[in-house]
């Protein structure tokens, strides 16, 4: 085995015990501070804008699991390096894992809900590295040559036995993070929602089955790289700052308060024109005015700024809260409490606003204070303060590039423009006259209308656009403008070919 690819296979088993070490001991005192996510969390944070946008467009939901295996293959580069170059010089083995437990505290610290323990696990990875590096690397005497067949049997050995230490470890701390996991999803499972004291409407006849979107395909764009487990029995939601008075709740204090059913569309900032990142549910929460009122606001705030439990921020407009519109803290969602994924126990939700600007999940604080004192995550990386739902539709049947028959061929889709409304949709052929669609009925003005449109298809292939007029009178723009920095617009336009 040659010099270069014992270092290099030295450093890299080195790394993963010591990181898998670290990935353990995380797991049972600290959930989510191991090395590797803390390191993917401060990625996310030093990311610019555009290429945030292109890993949510073009990887959806996979973009975590994606930078967590690039990060992966990056420490494993440098570790190989480390070990290749400790072969020859053991001042390497040092150096190159103090570079990367640095790193590893720098980005534990670095986070907005950082503690002095989130950097113990990096610390761990680091030492214990170095230390399997210079077993695996060290001196040997005669007795301990290699063979004449070339194969370093004590080299072998030891990488076989830190390996399954490694794998050991590992495995024990995703058995130890699935216990935590599960545990959540116990605790989930015990909540007994009370009834609204003001349930949502039924939904109007003639709305399609997926007018309301289950949770379990409900969208998911956020920053979490772990799902946090969270205790509703410990969960506490504090609002302070422009009040009069400090408050301080619990989830049976929620629970225990009149609580509103609505159904309310929610969708992401970062949709592309036609894009996915959109969904209706059925929202059970605390109207979010009244706890503001007994808190009491002070004349001059005008924002709102949730942190999430793991540190997230999120302004809200003050007046978003109190202008008659329903904006909550959710508790349940389509009949069930939130799904961990969704926010559980506890999520604010604000009619009218992209997700970026209204709709913290994980909540734990409330801060009242001043958009010209405070920018929120989002906003101090160049997006809007605002974040007011633009008018938009989108064609989802039938699919892009679909080969149909001549014939009559139903288009359908939906268009939104919550708090106004929608008031007309068309659809336009091949660039030709714009056409009225029918508007299916809807069950309010802060929810998605769903559309369809009968087309007398011909033979060739065609383009289709749909466009959509708000309540206000407002027509869905053409020109074409990416999410950032306060939403897309556009007509969604299609191509299909009628055989």
């Known amino acids: 085995m040659g010099h270069r690819l014992r270092g290099a296979i030295s450093g890299i088993v080195a790394a993963g015990s010591g990181i898998a070490a670290a990935e353990l001991l995380a797991a049972a005192i600290r959930p989510g501070a191991g090395p590797l996510v803390m390191v993917g969390g401060a990625v996310i944070d030093a990311t610019p804008t555009v290429v945030k946008e292109l890993a949510v467009r073009e990887l959806g939901t996979s973009d975590k699991p994606v930078l967590l295996a690039v990060i992966g293959v990056v420490v494993a580069g440098l570790a190989a390096v480390t070990g290749v170059v400790a072969t020859r010089r053991r001042s390497a083995i040092p150096v190159g894992t103090g570079v990367l437990g640095t790193v590893g505290v720098a980005a534990a610290l670095s986070r907005p809900a950082a503690t002095v323990l989130d950097a113990v696990p990096a610390l761990l990875a680091a030492v214990l590295a170095g230390l399997a590096l210079w077993w695996l690397l060290r001196r040997r005497g005669a007795a301990a040559a290699v063979p004449d067949d070339g194969v370093d049997r004590r080299l072998v050995l030891r990488l076989s036995l830190l390996a399954a230490g490694a794998g050991a470890m590992q495995?024990?701390?995703?058995?130890?993070?699935?216990?935590?996991?599960?545990?959540?999803?116990?605790?989930?499972?015990?909540?007994?929602?009370?009834?609204?004291?003001?349930?949502?409407?039924?939904?109007?006849?003639?709305?399609?089955?997926?007018?309301?979107?289950?949770?379990?395909?409900?969208?998911?764009?956020?920053?979490?790289?772990?799902?946090?487990?969270?205790?509703?029995?410990?969960?506490?939601?504090?609002?302070?700052?422009?009040?009069?008075?400090e408050i301080e709740w619990s989830f049976a204090d929620l629970l225990r308060r009149p609580l509103i059913e609505r159904d309310i569309t929610l969708n992401c900032v970062s949709n592309e024109v036609g894009g996915p990142y959109i969904g209706t549910a059925r929202w059970l929460g605390v109207p979010l005015a009244a706890l503001l009122r007994e808190a009491g606001v002070r004349s001059g705030a005008d924002q709102i700024v949730a942190r999430s439990v793991e540190g997230m921020t999120i302004g809200t407009p003050v007046a978003t809260t109190l202008d008659g519109r329903d904006t909550m803290l959710a508790v349940g969602m389509n009949g069930e409490p939130l799904p961990l994924e969704h926010g559980f126990p506890v999520r604010m939700l604000t009619p009218g606003l992209y997700g970026y600007?209204?709709?913290?999940?994980?909540?734990?604080?409330?801060?009242?204070?001043?958009?010209d004192q405070f920018d929120a995550y989002w906003v101090k990386r160049g997006w809007g303060s605002q974040?007011?739902?633009?008018?938009?539709?989108?064609?989802?049947?039938?699919?892009?590039?679909?080969?149909?028959?001549?014939?009559?061929?139903?288009?359908?889709?939906?268009?939104?423009?919550?708090?106004?409304?929608?008031?007309?949709?068309?659809?336009?052929?091949?660039?030709?006259?714009?056409?009225?669609?029918?508007?299916?009925p809807t069950a309010s003005a802060d929810t998605w209308t769903q559309w369809r449109f009968s087309w007398r298809a011909t033979g060739g292939p065609h383009s289709l656009a749909v466009r959509a007029t708000d309540s206000d009178g407002t027509v869905q723009p053409e020109t074409r403008a990416t999410p950032f920095p306060d939403g897309a617009t556009g007509w969604h336009t299609i191509s299909v070919t009628v055989a």
């Open 171 to 245: 495995a024990a701390g995703l058995a130890v993070s699935g216990q935590r996991q599960n545990a959540a999803g116990r605790s989930r499972e015990a909540v007994r929602l009370p009834a609204a004291a003001d349930p949502a409407p039924p939904l109007p006849t003639g709305v399609t089955s997926d007018f309301i979107t289950p949770g379990g395909t409900f969208y998911r764009v956020d920053t979490a790289l772990n799902v946090p487990s969270i205790d509703p029995s410990t969960w506490r939601l504090r609002i302070h700052g422009m009040v009069d008075r």
């Open 387 to 440: 974040g007011t739902v633009k008018t938009a539709s989108r064609i989802d049947k039938p699919k892009p590039f679909d080969r149909m028959p001549a014939g009559t061929v139903t288009v359908a889709g939906v268009a939104w423009a919550q708090r106004r409304g929608i008031a007309a949709v068309e659809v336009s052929v091949d660039g030709g006259p714009w056409a009225a669609a029918e508007l299916l």
């Open 357 to 371: 600007a209204g709709a913290c999940k994980w909540v734990t604080e409330l801060e009242l204070t001043t958009f």
